[in-house]
T-cell receptor
C-alpha cells in the first residue's frame, strides 16, 4: 500500500511568491496533519484535519499560511506571500483514529 | 511552551552497547506515548508506543519505559547497531488526538 505522498520534494522560490505544498494521505485514514521541522523548534504541528474538517489550526504561524482538505485524499498547505523565515521541511502525516501517524518524506522549502 | 521535551540533542554510543534516549512531559492528561525514528531526507517512522496504563513495552531490541509520577519516558535500544543512527522523536497524544513532539535526539552508534 502506498504511504503518504507529498509533492514537491524540494521547492526553491523567491520571497513574496506563493507556495503550495500538496499531500495525499494513506487511503482510509481519516486524520491528516501538517508539521514544520526546523533546527530550533523541532517538529511543530501546524494544523490537523479530522474527516476533512480542520480541528486545530492554533499552530499556523500567521495569516500568510492556509490549509485546505477538499476531500479525503488530498490536502494543500499554502503560504502567500512567502518569506525567508518560512524555509523549513514541511511534513504531512495521516492516521486512522488513535494510533501512530504515518509521515510522508517531506517538502524541503527554501525561500530566497 | 513545549509540553514534550528531549533535553539531549545528541547521543553517541558504541556498537553493541545500550542506547538510552530520554523524554519528559508536562501534561498529566497525555494518555499515549510514541517514539519515532527519522533518517535524513525521509519522514519520521513509527517505532514503538506505550499506553499510559502500562509502564513498559518491549519490541525486539527496543523497550520503552514510562514513569508517570515523574512524567518521564525513555527508549532503550539493546544492543545498539550502526543502522540505529538516526534522529529519535518522542511524542505524546492528548485526549483530543492531538500529537505533541519533542525536538529530537540525534543518536550516533559508532562501529
Amino acid at each position: 500500500d502506498a504511504g503518504v505522498i507529498q509533492s514537491p520534494r524540494h521547492e526553491v522560490t523567491e520571497m513574496g511568491q506563493e507556495v503550495t505544498l500538496r499531500c495525499k494521505p494513506i487511503s482510509g485514514h481519516n486524520s491528516l496533519f501538517w508539521y514544520r521541522q526546523t533546527m530550533m523548534r523541532g517538529l511543530e504541528l501546524l494544523i490537523y484535519f479530522n474527516n476533512n474538517v480542520p480541528i486545530d489550526d492554533s499552530g499556523m504561524p500567521e495569516d500568510r499560511f492556509s490549509a485546505k482538505m477538499p476531500n479525503a485524499s488530498f490536502s494543500t498547505l499554502k503560504i502567500q506571500p512567502s518569506e525567508p523565515r518560512d524555509s523549513a521541511v514541511y511534513f504531512c502525516a495521516s492516521s486512522s483514529g488513535l494510533g501512530a501517524q504515518h509521515f510522508g518524506d517531506g517538502t524541503r522549502l527554501s525561500i530566497l | 511552551d513545549q509540553q514534550v521535551k528531549q533535553n539531549s540533542p545528541s547521543l553517541s554510543v558504541q556498537e553493541g552497547r545500550i542506547s538510552i534516549l530520554n523524554c519528559d512531559y508536562t501534561n498529566s492528561m497525555f494518555d499515549y506515548f510514541l517514539w519515532y525514528k527519522k533518517y535524513p531526507a525521509e519522514g519520521p517512522t513509527f517505532l514503538i508506543s506505550i499506553s499510559s496504563i502500562k509502564d513498559k513495552n518491549e519490541d525486539g531490541r527496543f523497550t520503552v519505559f514510562l514513569n508517570k509520577s515523574a512524567k518521564h519516558l525513555s527508549l532503550h535500544i539493546v544492543p545498539s547497531q550502526p543502522g540505529d543512527s538516526a534522529v529519535y522523536f518522542c511524542a505524546a497524544i492528548d485526549n483530543f488526538n492531538k500529537f505533541y513532539f519533542g525536538s529530537g535526539t540525534k543518536l550516533n552508534v559508532k562501529p
